[in-house]
């Protein structure tokens, strides 16, 4: 049988995974994440949860054909099918940060300190970051994974306090020390710069206050790249 491989930012959430636990995996697919778990004994259960019957067939699909064993898998909305004694890790992943952050702001028990939350937006991040920081979560570690060209960041979260600047919430809370930070932080730039350019050609008021908006993420970008740089000298 052909072995199971994680992409680069499954095998990074995988790594962050606490041993000996049990996981929720929101958003499962093919639940290659909670099948690679079991078949190496990081966790003692699993949860796989699905919105739609499709990809929650593949998802038995995958566990059928690895022989993983001690998966629940359910269909259902977000974290709606899981209870909170079930899981100690809660893995969201695949989605974009707004959806992300959705799905969290149904279940505010995942806010009270009891779970740890690996979160992996697919875009918005700072829209993820922002939620977490105004809704009483503090990201306590933040990493870069390059995946097929593209770099996604991965966050571990959980109930706590935490302030974050204009830079940090669009460059990242805490990926000063990532080797790929430099290169997030100027692909941001770019994309900001492209959209700065295309709303100078408007003269409508509300198209110049975005871009002022997006000009200072652009200047807070920016500082964040030259402490990037700073930290990698020293």
């Not at 995958?62 to 993983?68: C, P, Q």
């Not at 979260?157 to 935490?162: F, N, R, T």
Request: net charge neutral.
């Amino acid at each position: 049988m052909k072995r199971l491989e994680l992409t680069p930012r499954l095998r990074l959430l995988a790594e962050w995974v606490p041993p000996g636990g049990r996981i929720a995996d929101v958003g499962t697919d093919h639940a290659y994440l909670p099948v690679w778990l079991r078949l190496h004994g990081r966790v003692v259960s699993a949860i796989a949860c699905d919105l739609r019957k499709g990809p929650l067939e593949r998802a038995r699909e995958t566990g059928r054909l690895y022989g993983a064993d001690c998966i629940d898998y359910r269909l259902g909305n977000g974290l709606s099918v899981v209870s909170p004694e079930e899981a100690d890790t809660i893995v969201i992943a695949g989605m974009g940060g707004e959806n992300i952050a959705a799905i969290l702001e149904r279940a505010p028990w995942t806010a009270e300190g009891a779970h740890t939350l690996l979160l992996q937006p697919q875009s918005r991040a700072e829209a993820l970051r922002r939620f977490l920081m105004d809704h009483g979560y503090a990201i306590r570690r933040e990493a870069l994974a390059l995946d097929r060209g593209t770099i996604y960041p991965v966050m571990e979260a959980g109930g706590g306090e935490m302030s974050l600047t204009l830079g940090q919430l669009h460059g990242g809370a805490a990926l000063v020390h990532d080797p790929l930070g430099e290169r997030y932080i100027i692909e941001k730039i770019i994309r900001l710069q492209a959209a700065v350019a295309g709303l100078n050609r408007s003269s409508a008021e509300a198209d110049q206050k975005h871009g002022d908006e997006l000009r200072e993420i652009i200047t807070a970008l920016l500082s964040m790249r030259e402490e990037w740089r700073n930290a990698q000298s020293r």
